[in-house]
Nanobody
Framework: QVQLVESGGGLVQPGGSLRLSCVASGTIFVIYDMGWYRQAPGKQRELVATITRGKTTNYVDSVKGRFTISRDNAKNTVYLQMNSLKPEDTAVYYC???????????????WGQGTQVTVSS
């Protein structure tokens, strides 16, 4: 059983910062890509940022220069530092991990339960 648990969401004023964390636990052999996605009310879930096991990163254009994704492979943890937050960043943020639970298995995607980020004055 694999669990991804996010933390760090909340209410912040425009221009503020938040740091999201996501810890993967359970039977895990290796984690490949990790990432953050978000879903605003009435919109589809969209990719925010991804990071490979070798720490190569990718961002959606709307967050470049404001958000930073990082990971700690020893702790099976991925972070999202969000600076200069805007009202349009308001959404539920979901953690994703592509991982293998046992040597020889095919990699599979796992998701966290989501954490609410609200940017409002």
């Amino acid at each position: 059983q694999v669990q991804l648990v996010e933390s760090g969401g909340g209410l912040v004023q425009p221009g503020g910062s938040l740091r999201l964390s996501c810890v993967a636990s359970g039977t895990i052999f290796v984690i490949y890509d990790m990432g953050w996605y978000r879903q605003a009310p009435g919109k589809q879930r969209e990719l925010v940022a991804t990071i490979t096991r070798g720490k190569t990163t990718n961002y959606v254009d709307s967050v470049k220069g404001r958000f930073t994704i990082s990971r700690d492979n020893a702790k099976n943890t991925v972070y999202l530092q969000m600076n200069s937050l805007k009202p349009e960043d308001t959404a539920v943020y979901y953690c994703n991990a592509n991982l293998v639970i046992k040597l020889g298995n095919i990699p599979k995607d796992y998701w966290g339960q989501g954490t609410q980020v609200t940017v409002s004055s």
